[in-house]
Antibody, heavy 119, light 110 residues
Framework: EVQLVESGGGLVQPGGSLRLSCAASGFSFSSYWMHWVRQVPGKGLVWVSRLYTDGSRTSYADSVEGRFTISRDNAANTVYLQMNSLRADDTAVYYC????????????WGQGTLVTVSS | QSALTQAASVSGSPGQSITVSCTGTSSDVGRYDYVSWYQQHPGKVPKVIIYDVYKRPSGISNRFSGSKSGNTASLTISGLQAEDEADYYCSSFTIGSTYVFGTGTTVTVL
């Protein structure tokens, strides 16, 4: 069974940093693209970033480009999202997701971790 | 990377068919057949119900179907059931090798 478990969320001040983790199990982690998606409670889904299997290719939403960095440790079956220069509008639940094999959608989602940016 | 446009809400009676539309641009929906649809019940995580415009993952009811014409993709739910009441989001791969979600549509079963 595919499992994705996010951690690292919490309260951070504007301008601060936070690193999210997503521990994966139940599948061959190093064979899949991984994504981060966020959702303000009560609002819509917003795609944030994705990372290739070996970490060599990344892409980001314009709203986080230059501030967020996605990375992975295939030995630890974990994907990360380093978030710097956080703003109030980064407040959201952050989900990690597994990219479907050889396709362009997210086929499994974690339960999410809440990030609150506030003074 | 503007969000794809969806109607805020669509409603129908049990047994009816409804269609949720998703309008993008020639840089996303119109360029690639990589449109997917996600269902999200309150308090739950999203679940893919359609991918590659019209394909259904294993276990998804054939009451859900997808299509695309130009820059607009559509999700049709036939034989509407109470359990279909949820938020629905479209998503597309884009020319910038990124992804974009739709604004979301709340489906209400009357």
């Amino acid at each position: 069974e595919v499992q994705l478990v996010e951690s690292g969320g919490g309260l951070v001040q504007p301008g601060g940093s936070l690193r999210l983790s997503c521990a994966a199990s139940g599948f061959s982690f190093s064979s899949y693209w991984m994504h981060w998606v966020r959702q303000v409670p009560g609002k819509g889904l917003v795609w944030v970033s994705r990372l290739y299997t070996d970490g060599s290719r990344t892409s980001y939403a314009d709203s986080v480009e230059g501030r967020f960095t996605i990375s992975r440790d295939n030995a630890a079956n974990t994907v990360y999202l380093q978030m710097n220069s956080l703003r109030a509008d980064d407040t959201a639940v952050y989900y990690c997701g597994r990219g479907a094999r050889d396709d362009f959608y997210i086929d499994s989602w974690g339960q999410g971790t809440l990030v609150t940016v506030s003074s | 990377q503007s969000a794809l446009t969806q109607a805020a809400s669509v409603s129908g009676s049990p047994g009816q068919s409804i269609t949720v539309s998703c309008t993008g641009t020639s840089s996303d929906v119109g360029r690639y057949d990589y449109v997917s649809w996600y269902q999200q019940h309150p308090g739950k995580v999203p679940k893919v119900i359609i991918y590659d415009v019209y394909k259904r993952p294993s276990g998804i009811s054939n009451r859900f179907s997808g299509s695309k014409s130009g820059n607009t993709a559509s999700l049709t739910i036939s034989g509407l059931q109470a359990e279909d009441e949820a938020d629905y989001y479209c998503s597309s791969f884009t020319i910038g090798s990124t992804y974009v979600f739709g604004t979301g549509t709340t489906v209400t079963v009357l």
